[in-house]
């Protein structure tokens, strides 16, 4: 199906907010819809898309939307066919909302070339059996309806003027429709056997109450698929078809248990509230099994929920002898758990048996992934705490808080026992882990628990146009602090800001409710990784950031990728919805990161289903990482001339030399000469032998692309 959105639409299968909000306009030689963003309310057009056209449940689609890439523009894209979104921005256009409803959002404006051309969106993914009448829906009392034969609601949306200045406006020309009889996956070209290889992974936050309405308390129509474990296979075609290798899912969100049996033999609710399908879990894995993942379970752990558990008991105490260190009381009320404390260390094991040691024969678990929330893990400065801190110190009186308030080389003395007990306890579980798997696995532990991730102090606004940002928040009640993008990049303020103190006020305690990352303390033992937060450009432009969380296992690090929670004014029903960058400037982040830090594990926090809007190029940044093995590097300096391609050089002993070369300009690169050593020369990604004369090897890149060779 196509849909031509600049002439007048069916109004049956059109939708529009405000009314006549959006016009006409010729773009680029092209007739197109667009919306203005000269008002300070969110706007939003709409196409039903497939009535009638025989679509089926279960079948894979592709979406495509042609846009101007002619100046800054943001918008989201959201497909109610499976309830999911993306959106993007172009040119110096914010990514995300500036000012976030709930949280800092880090805004970044950056100006990224322009194209000059009409573009291509893309949005490839699996029909739902049912789905929303046009709403996002969230919560249990909420009904899917619609069917296949109905077609589904494909929305464009742009939040208020205010939150995106320097947008545009939305502005779409065609939308296409496509069935995919067969899809093609990504082929990974692992290096030799022997070496260690490399993962990609995600965690969708908002995104599985499609099928999670409790059993019992639902109809068909209250969820979007018969089978639940249906959905969660689809997320794993969906991996295959972009080119990633782990299957990550939250088995406890903000503590609570999602889909395992916590009392396989008892079934009672003492420890923890059972999940009303505790079987997803192994189903889910059950299904796996043909797919040729890695598994990597994620915890936002804070204690057992149950109401006669160890979570429950709420020995914790703020510095200043507070019971609730923060103004969020729903979060003080939840279970919490303390690092120094035995018990905890126990119940993760615990925890780790049911849902890893149980299942070990179904699937390769890599390890397991800690992400605890604000006040799940504290740092407790209870008398129970602080006489384990004085006996750890032989002290036969024990210390108290007066002494830690009133002593700021003894506060800090607590602060490196405490942030030691927490490496030591991930150590521990990694220990475990390793004995009882048989293998070698790590425990990855993101202390980062804001959504959009760590942000610059004074709600900062980094960008390379300091004097248009200037202008535009002389006017502003509440501004950002506008930063230069080189002195944040130059400074490492990025790596400074992770491994510092939250903000706090008043009388509240944020830093020790949410304890920043100590990357130091996991540097010399292998088997524990603290994560390092990525999500804007600014964030992996300087090496010395991620010098600071290499350990001994590599180097692990998360995209926390903004929710956007509400921000559109409940016209469209609940939302969420992360932004990308256009075209290949999607996956530059992740190519600079490769570049400048090297890791082995790389993650994604997002806030709905799986998608990508520019799917080429994460097919070909994840084919590329993959092929590379997973051992320590150095940067060749000789091969290639251009100082804006860094080339990284991994030798083996067995097996010939692995390369890197990677774009990190924002500008595509013609006719780059690379300097190749003597010897058999493979595309690593494809494993097909290349072709050239007098050693040199010539290459177009664009930017953000990610080339690796294999030499032998």
């Not at 800090?412 to 475990?432: G, I, M």
């Not at 010098?547 to 609940?574: C, F, P, T, W």
Request: charged share 25%; hydrophobic share 30%; proline share 5%.
């Amino acid at each position: 199906e196509e849909i031509d959105c600049g002439v007048k639409p069916n109004p049956e299968n059109f939708k529009g907010y405000p009314e006549n909000s959006s016009r006409i306009e010729k773009i680029l030689g092209q007739t197109m819809r667009v919306l203005p963003n000269d008002q300070d309310h969110m706007r939003y057009m709409a196409y039903r898309l497939g009535r009638g056209k025989g679509l089926k449940a279960h079948a894979a689609y592709l979406v495509t939307v042609t846009y101007p890439e002619d100046q800054p523009r943001s918008m989201y894209m959201l497909n109610r066919g499976n309830e999911t979104g993306m959106g993007f921005a172009t040119g110096s256009a914010v990514a995300d909302c500036l000012k976030g409803r709930y949280v800092n959002n880090s805004p970044e404006s950056i100006n990224y070339p322009l194209s000059g051309k009409l573009e291509e969106w893309q949005m490839f993914f699996h029909l739902h059996e049912r789905f929303p009448k046009f709403e996002s829906l969230r919560g249990i009392k909420t009904e899917r309806t619609e069917k296949p034969e109905d077609g589904f609601w494909f929305v464009i949306a742009q939040t208020k003027n205010s939150n995106a200045p320097l947008s545009k406006g939305a502005a779409i020309g065609k939308i296409r429709l496509y069935e995919i009889p067969e899809v093609k996956n990504v082929k990974i070209n692992y290096p030799a056997d022997g070496l260690p290889r490399r993962y990609t992974f995600c965690r969708e936050e908002m995104a599985d109450g499609v099928v999670g309405v409790p059993h019992g308390k639902d109809t068909p129509e209250m969820r979007g698929m018969d089978d639940p474990i249906d959905w969660f296979e689809n997320k794993a075609k969906y991996m295959k078809f972009l080119g990633m290798n782990t299957y990550a899912k939250d088995l406890l969100e903000f503590g609570h248990c999602q889909g395992w049996e916590t009392h396989p033999e008892k079934g009672n609710n003492e420890w923890y509230y059972q999940s009303s399908r505790p079987k997803t879990w192994q189903n889910i894995l059950s299904r796996l099994a043909k797919y040729d993942l890695y598994v990597l379970p994620m915890y936002e752990y804070g204690g057992s929920t149950g109401p006669n558990s160890y979570g429950k008991e709420h020995d914790f105490l703020s510095l200043n002898g507070n019971k609730e260190y923060t103004h969020i009381k729903w979060l003080e009320k939840n279970s919490h758990a303390d690092v120094t404390d035995p018990r905890c260390l126990a119940e993760l094991k615990k925890i780790f048996d049911l849902t890893i040691l149980r299942h070990k024969e179904k699937v390769p678990f890599i390890g397991a992934w800690l992400r605890p929330r604000p006040m799940q893990m504290p740092m407790n400065f209870s008398d129970t705490t602080l006489k384990r801190f004085s006996d750890a110190h032989k002290r036969s009186t024990a210390y108290t808080r007066k002494d830690l308030q009133n002593d700021k080389a003894l506060l800090n003395k607590y602060y490196t026992w405490w942030f030691k007990q927490r490496q030591e306890l991930n150590n521990a579980l990694s220990t475990y882990l390793n004995k009882e798997l048989g293998k070698s696995v790590d425990v990855l532990y993101t202390s980062d628990s804001n959504e959009p991730g760590q942000g610059l102090p004074n709600q900062s606004l980094v960008t390379d146009n300091p004097d248009v940002w200037s202008d535009i928040m002389r006017n502003r009640e509440k501004p950002h602090f506008i930063r230069s993008y080189a002195d944040v990049v130059a400074n490492n303020l990025h790596g400074q800001a992770c491994a510092s103190p939250t903000f706090t006020w008043g009388q509240y305690e944020m830093h020790h409710a949410t304890p920043w990352a100590d990357p130091e303390n996991y540097k010399e033992q292998a088997g524990s990784l603290q994560t390092l937060t990525y999500h804007r450009l600014y964030s992996v432009s300087n090496p010395q950031t991620f010098d600071q969380y290499r350990g001994k296992s590599g180097l692990a690090i998360v995209r926390h990728y903004s929710l956007n929670e509400n921000e559109m004014e409940a016209k469209l029903g609940y939302f969420v919805c992360d932004v990308e960058r256009t075209r290949s400037h999607c996956m530059l982040m992740e190519a600079r990161a490769l570049a400048y830090g090297d890791p082995r594990y790389i993650g994604y926090l997002i806030s709905n289903t799986l998608t990508r809007g520019f799917p080429q190029y994460v097919q070909n940044f994840n084919a590329a990482f993959l092929s590379l093995p997973a051992i320590p590097s150095t940067i060749n300096t000789t091969m290639v001339k251009d100082k804006d391609i860094v080339v990284r050089e991994y030798k083996t002993d067995e097996h010939g030399t692995y390369y890197a070369i990677i774009n990190v300009s924002l500008a595509d690169k013609k006719h780059v000469e690379i300097q190749v050593p003597n010897g058999v020369v493979k595309n690593a990604a494809t494993d097909k032998v290349l072709r050239f004369n007098d050693n040199t090897l010539l290459a177009n890149l664009y930017s953000g692309q990610v080339v690796t060779l294999h030499i032998k």
